[in-house]
């Protein structure tokens, strides 16, 4: 079992930056496809990004594509997401999950959660 943290949230004007970071304890990310979802209040959990464990190939959804970048860090064993040109609309608790074998959208192919860390984007 793995033990997932993200940090890095906080408030921020719309056209800002922020770097959201997941660390893992127990394995390292090597072993796991590692993707980034995120809830609004009111909203169903939504895929946002995901790195795969085999390649590092990413994956995005298509409302943050071109704006976020995910990446992992095998020294630090973090995954990060690096979110610029921010809108209210990524104003959302953001989640870090990790499964073994190939990264999916759907958020039930995961068992393995982090705590989340609210992201909010003031216009």
């Known amino acids: 079992q793995v033990q997932l943290e993200e940090s890095g949230g906080g408030l921020v004007q719309a056209g800002g930056s922020l770097r959201l970071s997941c660390a893992a304890s127990?394995?390292?990310?090597?072993?796991?496809?590692t993707t980034w979802f995120r809830q609004a209040p009111g909203e169903e959990r939504e895929f946002v990004a995901a790195?795969?464990?085999?390649?590092?190939?990413?994956d995005y959804g298509d409302s943050v594509k071109g704006r976020f970048t995910v990446s992992r860090d095998n020294v630090k064993n973090t995954v990060s997401l690096q979110m610029d040109s921010l809108k209210p609309e990524d104003t959302a608790v953001y989640y870090c999950?990790?499964?073994?074998?190939?990264?999916?959208?759907?958020?039930?192919?995961?068992?393995?959660w982090g705590q989340g860390t609210q992201v909010t984007v003031s216009s």
């Open positions: 127990g394995r390292t990310f090597n072993h796991y496809s």
């Open positions: 999950a990790v499964r073994s074998g190939p990264p999916y959208r759907d958020m039930a192919m995961y068992d393995n």
């Open positions: 790195v795969s464990w085999r390649d590092d190939s990413t």
